[in-house]
């Protein structure tokens, strides 16, 4: 059974950076993209990039360019969203998620926010 | 980028009732298509992929259809736990994009 388990809630200043960590289990890490979406209150779904965890190579949206980094661990089958300088704008639940053949499986969610 | 238009953006049902969602992709993605029903302060919840395609343990009401552009979830007798937020997604393109959503309200 496929299963993504992401790190707990965090409260961080504006101006900090956070790491998510997505830990994958049922299913070979290696194999599929890792996914980053998130979803600030009361909004829709906002694709953030993705991480080839087989590779380590990335693409992330133009929107995040230069303030997200996406790794991965193969050792412990877990990826990484790392995003600096946050801003209040940035308070939102962050997903992991994963596309094995045509069948997404997700994360339960971060809480990340943002206040001073 | 692949541009998902999802309508309505809500409707007001009765419980009984057949209700339908509409998605239209920018571009053809076959049928890279999947749904999935949100509850507040919950993950999305993965109802219909492949455009057609039920997910394990979702009630057989839940139905999809479409390919090339236009795409649609049916619900075929609305139950009380249904009302939620639904949104489709497009996984043609590695950069997913997603519909507005539709918010299902009481009547």
């Known amino acids: 059974q496929v299963q993504l388990v992401q790190s707990g809630a965090e409260m961080k200043k504006p101006g900090a950076s956070i790491k998510v960590s997505c830990k994958a289990s049922?299913?070979?890490?290696?194999?599929?993209?890792i996914y980053w979406v998130r979803q600030a209150p009361g909004q829709g779904l906002e694709w953030m990039g993705w991480?080839?965890?087989?590779?380590?190579?990335?693409n992330y949206a133009q929107k995040f360019q230069g303030r997200v980094t996406m790794t991965r661990d193969t050792s412990i089958s877990t990826a990484y969203l790392e995003l600096s300088r946050l801003r209040s704008d940035d308070t939102a639940v962050y997903y992991c998620?994963?596309?094995?053949?045509?069948?997404?499986?997700w994360g339960q969610g971060s809480l990340v926010t943002v206040s001073s | 980028d692949i541009q998902m238009t999802q309508s309505p953006s809500s409707l007001s049902a009765s419980v009984g009732d057949r209700v339908t969602i509409t998605c239209r992709a920018s571009?053809?993605?076959?049928?890279?298509l999947n749904w999935y029903q949100q509850k507040p302060g919950k993950a999305p919840n993965l109802l219909i992929y492949?455009?057609?395609s039920l997910q394990s343990g979702v009630p057989s009401r839940f139905s999809g259809s479409g390919s090339g552009t236009d795409f649609s979830l049916t619900i075929s007798s609305l139950q009380p736990e249904d009302f939620a937020t639904y949104f489709c997604?497009?996984?043609?393109?590695?950069?997913?994009?997603f519909g507005q959503g539709t918010k299902v309200e009481f009547k």
């Open positions: 998620a994963t596309l094995r053949g045509a069948v997404p499986g």
């Open positions: 049922g299913y070979t890490f290696i194999a599929y993209y």
């Open positions: 991480i080839d965890p087989n590779s380590g190579g990335t």
């Open positions: 571009q053809t993605i076959y049928t890279y």
């Open positions: 492949a455009a057609s």
């Open positions: 997604q497009q996984s043609y393109s590695t950069s997913w994009t």
